[in-house]
């Protein structure tokens, strides 16, 4: 079972990523980066579309064996999360929900004072509790 | 009431620490710079059930009446822009100046009882992409204006 979770910043730089699958780390990369250009698109200024102004972007783009998801903060942090497509136990609000998760721990890791802004993720607790987000949903 | 107090004795300790460590009583760059950083991670968290900002005018408000409201338990009393990046915001009785009693003497010692706002300010505008020079303006206390001018490049 694939699974990752990918924190990515402001200026497209990977802040923190984590998969469950460590030997397919490179592939899944890959998607991360893939998404990169459908969140880009999503977010353009001048839309008007009343799901354009919501946090969670829902869907990117599936492919035939992952499904990806992205939601940009309003600092424009993006998160990323890629999925098996076999994965049926998580549905819309299962993924909105681990959203919602993962942008609570970033906030408490970015309010960390000896976090400096921008730089990698590096924090135990912020990815002990990715990892146990992860685990609890694969 | 009890609990605005703390923030503000925290406030006042800070203005304390970082003035009296210095050797310049009028360097006020530590000041601004911690509630630069402040402003920067708490807007990440104060913005976290907030839909996308549309635009620039979009963000002030929000700094104008959630964010004031959030940190200083009162929206600003007006908000005014020329729509070239110029914003005007004006606190009738901001709250770091209440507890000082109006005077000419007291007025020189006010610039550092706004210094941590400006930065505050600053820093949430950044993180929120929105690169801009605070400055503020004290005429009588208790009533301020911050002037945030927009950096376009």
């Given at each position: 079972?694939?699974?990752?979770?990918?924190?990515?910043?402001?200026?497209?730089?990977p802040?923190?990523?984590?998969?469950s699958?460590?030997?397919?780390?490179?592939?899944?990369?890959?998607?991360?980066?893939a998404?990169?250009?459908v969140?880009?698109?999503?977010?353009?200024?001048g839309?008007?579309?009343?799901?354009?102004?919501?946090?969670?972007?829902?869907?990117l783009?599936s492919?035939?064996?992952?499904?990806?998801?992205g939601f940009?903060?309003?600092s424009?942090?993006?998160?990323?999360?890629?999925?098996?497509?076999?994965?049926?136990?998580?549905r819309?609000?299962e993924?909105?929900?681990?959203?919602r998760?993962?942008?609570?721990?970033?906030t408490?890791?970015?309010?960390?004072?000896?976090?400096?802004?921008g730089e990698q993720?590096s924090?135990?607790?912020?990815?002990?509790?990715?990892?146990?987000?992860m685990?609890?949903?694969? | 009431?009890?609990?605005?107090?703390?923030?503000?004795?925290?406030h006042?300790?800070i203005?304390?620490?970082?003035?009296?460590?210095?050797?310049?009583q009028h360097?006020?760059?530590t000041?601004?710079?911690?509630?630069?950083?402040?402003?920067?991670?708490l807007?990440?968290?104060?913005?976290?059930?907030?839909?996308?900002?549309k635009?620039?005018?979009?963000?002030?408000?929000?700094?104008?009446t959630?964010?004031?409201?959030l940190?200083?338990?009162?929206q600003?009393?007006?908000?005014?822009?020329?729509?070239?990046?110029?914003?005007?915001?004006?606190?009738?009785?901001?709250?770091?100046l209440?507890?000082?009693?109006p005077?000419?003497?007291?007025?020189e010692?006010?610039?550092k009882?706004?210094?941590f706002t400006?930065?505050?300010?600053?820093?949430?505008?950044?993180?929120?992409?929105?690169?801009?020079?605070?400055?503020?303006?004290?005429?009588?206390?208790?009533?301020?204006?911050?002037?945030?001018?927009v950096n376009?490049?």
């Amino acid at each position: 079972m694939a699974f990752c979770i990918a924190v990515i910043g402001k200026d497209n730089a990977p802040l923190y990523l984590a998969t469950s699958d460590l030997e397919r780390e490179l592939d899944l990369q890959y998607h991360v980066h893939a998404a990169l250009d459908v969140v880009e698109e999503k977010c353009l200024v001048g839309k008007g579309a009343p799901e354009s102004k919501e946090l969670y972007l829902g869907l990117l783009f599936s492919t035939e064996n992952h499904k990806i998801y992205g939601f940009v903060t309003n600092s424009r942090v993006k998160f990323i999360v890629v999925i098996d497509s076999s994965n049926i136990a998580l549905r819309e609000n299962e993924v909105r929900a681990i959203f919602r998760n993962l942008h609570m721990l970033y906030t408490d890791a970015v309010c960390n004072p000896f976090y400096i802004p921008g730089e990698q993720l590096s924090s135990k607790k912020f990815d002990r509790a990715v990892q146990k987000l992860m685990s609890g949903n694969a | 009431m009890s609990e605005e107090i703390v923030f503000d004795c925290l406030h006042a300790e800070i203005v304390n620490y970082c003035l009296n460590n210095s050797k310049d009583q009028h360097d006020l760059a530590t000041l601004e710079y911690i509630g630069f950083t402040t402003g920067y991670r708490l807007i990440e968290r104060l913005t976290r059930d907030v839909t996308r900002f549309k635009d620039e005018l979009e963000t002030m408000k929000f700094i104008c009446t959630d964010f004031w409201t959030l940190i200083y338990k009162k929206q600003v009393d007006n908000l005014r822009t020329n729509n070239h990046g110029m914003y005007v915001v004006q606190d009738k009785a901001f709250r770091f100046l209440t507890r000082i009693s109006p005077g000419a003497k007291q007025l020189e010692q006010a610039p550092k009882f706004v210094a941590f706002t400006c930065g505050l300010v600053r820093g949430a505008l950044s993180n929120l992409g929105i690169n801009s020079t605070v400055t503020a303006e004290v005429q009588t206390i208790p009533a301020c204006r911050f002037h945030i001018e927009v950096n376009r490049s």
